[in-house]
């Protein structure tokens, strides 16, 4: 084998091999991450069936045991994905710099194509013939002419869909960025649930002593104590504050007119306000996506707003900003229910502002995710939807926003049924 062969050979089994390492823990992390996103599928219907059971010291330190090893495994697969997603953003990234590289040698070959037909239709069809004494020669020069347009028409087509291509990189880059920043802010809330559950359990602990009883006492006296869940602080985005007896009977109506369940609605919203500590404090010129501009004014001009004056939600570290109201309504979006709104509350313009129109919108675009059928199964696609759009099957984003609100809404239910006496 020669020298340059064997290079090449060694070269490729490199390459090779690098490659297959790769790929071998690319899956060994996907599988991982499956295994744990099965945990917290089973550690989620065995939290439902314990919920469903009588309540009894026992169960209730089962649900914490449980919940804590959910908690562990959402973070330990945050981890995981937001590896994944490091390393897929970095690849896109260089693919980026190469599609950029390719425009512009593209642009560069573009140039001299229209140098060459510049020249070429300089010259007359007379000059053209008598500069060639043969007419071979002069068919000879008109095709090399065609064919520097034909090149020309081509080198354009493969300009246009490496432009195509770059945008459609960039956007999906911008995405995979604003998932990354979720994961992490989940992650904080994740750790805080897992510290959160561990902290319950001991408080329990040490006030029951151990004794069904005591523990027993404990749920008499918590079922008595009405006035302190009808009072309790519920805040919404953008300064919105209210009892939690006020926002039940905003959900309630919501829910009448829409058919989604009012605990699962005042979970969405609850879990809207927390995204972040910067909600309601942006400007639309500085944290919108330029696409929502015109919605925007629509909006603003509608309701006799300032548009310069009123809040939306800041500019993550990545993406767009421009939430509106305290369902967190993009522009565009709230347009496509802004009518329905209206028709239903009777409040016309609607507005992403107030809270009874917010409640419905929110429970409308909820409804169109079978919402309404007021299952488990039906309010978690739900939930996922409405954080993750289409990728809400695939987004493990999607499963842990949505673990959270199922387990915000079970709890806002039992709130609910105190205070109906149930």
Known sequence: MKKSARLLFLFCLLFFSIFAAKAVFADSRDDKIKQLEASIDRYSQQIQEKEQEAQSLANQIAIFDL?????????????????????????????????????????????????????????????????????????GDLNYSSNIQSQIQDTLATIKDLKAKLVQEKEDLESDRAEQQQLKNMQNRQKAGLQNSKKQKQKLLDQTKGQEKSYQQLLSKAREDLDKIRNQ?????????????EALKNATMASQLTGVRAAFLMAILKIESDWGGNVGKGNWKQDMAPRDFNAFQQITSLLGLNPDSTPVSKKPSYGW??????????????????????????????????????????????????????????????????????????SLTAR????????????????IDALQGK
């Open 67 to 139: 919940q804590i090893k959910q908690a562990q495994a959402e973070i330990d697969a945050t981890n995981l994905v937001i590896g994944r997603l490091t390393s897929a953003i970095r690849e896109k990234e260089n693919d980026i710099v190469l599609q950029e590289n390719e425009i512009n040698r593209q642009n560069g070959i573009l140039a001299q194509y229209l140098r060459q037909a510049a020249r070429n239709d300089a010259g007359s069809l007379l000059e053209f013939l008598l500069k060639n004494d043969k007419f071979s020669d002069f068919f």
């Open 233 to 245: 602080p519920y805040d919404l985005a953008m300064g919105f504050k209210m009892t939690f007896e």
């Open 321 to 394: 900003g421009g939430a509106m109201g305290p369902a967190q309504f993009i522009p565009t979006t709230w347009l496509l229910y802004a009518d329905a709104v209206a028709n239903l509350t009777g409040r016309r313009p609607a507005s992403p502002w107030n809270i009874r129109d917010a409640f419905t919108a929110c429970g409308l675009m909820l409804a169109q995710s079978d919402a309404n059928k007021q299952t488990y199964a039906a309010e978690s696609k739900a939930a996922k939807m409405y954080i993750a759009g289409s990728r809400w099957n695939t």
């Open 400 to 415: 842990i926003y949505s673990n959270n609100v199922m387990a915000a809404a079970t709890k806002i239910q039992k709130d």
